[in-house]
């Protein structure tokens, strides 16, 4: 009925009507955005991804330059009321680091391949080489016998295994295999188990995830050189850090950083006794300045009046 009691109006009102009832709704839909924002807070929900509309590409036609051949053109091809504008540039395309290609390696070996349904009377020619790359892969298996001495109280001495292992009972080339393959590679470790298997590496899965995450002390430790040298031979430092989860916990992952190296590093404070700790690392240093020779004497006076 109030539509039809509408329909009687004039266009002007009409017209206004229709204006109030677009606010109406507009009003409503920023007051129900507010309402499932204060349900997720409440349920402890992700909050609504901020997802931005795609942009269109520029075009590569010449004409306008909004792209529209049917635009109308000046004396000099383009639009009378678009020509003050500044030109769209292209997006880099080159945003990775372009790598070289290998060298082709030389020959490890010549195989002689005969030559068929060669006619009488045929002068030999020489050969053409065809160089041809290949891969092997191929399993292994070493038996290292590990000394055994028995000393004169009963104690029991035995060799150790080549420290290359890292303790594990896998080759240093399939243990550099694994890690490159999972970190550089980013293969699940499902389906490098799955790969290990078909080539008949006897391993299982936690085994396998041994590999990936212990007896890696020396690229620990080649971080921590990264950033004493990075660092040392740097004339300026930036750095920065953002919210993360580490081992289960929230915390903070702070870098290091200018355009020679980059260190990171996961902590559970943010502070700035934090970043100077992991700027010193890996050691700690002090420093005794006038204020803290003053706020130890205080200390030091405190303690012996409270004691007496």
């Not at 005969?114 to 041809?132: C, K, L, Q, W, Y």
Request: aromatic share 8%; hydrophobic share 30%.
């Amino acid at each position: 009925m109030a539509f039809l009691e509408h329909q009687q109006l004039q266009p002007e009102d009409l017209l206004r009507f229709i204006t109030q009832q677009q606010e109406q709704i507009i009003q409503l839909k920023e007051q129900i955005e507010l309402l499932e924002a204060e349900i997720r807070r409440l349920k402890k929900l992700p909050a609504k991804p901020d997802i931005k509309p795609n942009t269109k590409p520029p075009d590569d036609d010449t004409g306008s330059p909004d792209g529209d051949p049917s635009a109308p053109e000046g004396n000099d091809g383009a639009s009378p009321d678009t020509s003050s504008k500044q030109k769209v540039k292209k997006p880099n395309e080159k945003t990775r680091k372009q790598r070289k290609q290998p060298r082709k390696p030389s020959a490890e070996k010549s195989i002689p391949i005969a030559a068929t349904d060669v006619p009488e009377g045929s002068i030999r020619n020489g050969t053409t080489p065809f160089h041809v790359q290949e891969l092997t892969i191929q399993t292994s298996s070493i038996e290292y016998l590990l000394e055994q001495w028995v000393t004169p109280d009963g104690q029991t001495i035995t060799a150790k295994p080549p420290a290359s292992l890292h303790g594990h009972h896998y080759g240093p080339m399939l243990q550099a295999y694994v890690l490159h393959q999972y970190h550089g590679c980013s293969v699940t470790q499902p389906e490098l188990l799955d790969w290990l298997w078909d080539i008949g590496i006897s391993i299982s899965s936690g085994e396998l995830s041994q590999l990936l995450t212990k007896g890696h002390e020396q690229f620990h430790a080649e971080k921590d050189e990264l950033l004493t040298t990075g660092i040392r031979c740097s004339s300026y430092i930036q750095t920065d850090d953002t919210g993360t989860r580490h081992k289960g916990k929230n915390g903070y992952c702070t870098i290091i950083n200018n355009e020679s190296f980059a260190w990171f590093e996961s902590t559970d404070s943010k502070s700035r006794e934090n970043f100077v700790s992991l700027l010193h690392r890996p050691w700690s240093t002090y420093t005794f300045t006038d204020d803290a020779l003053i706020y130890l004497e205080n200390w030091i006076t405190q303690k012996v009046a409270t004691r007496s």
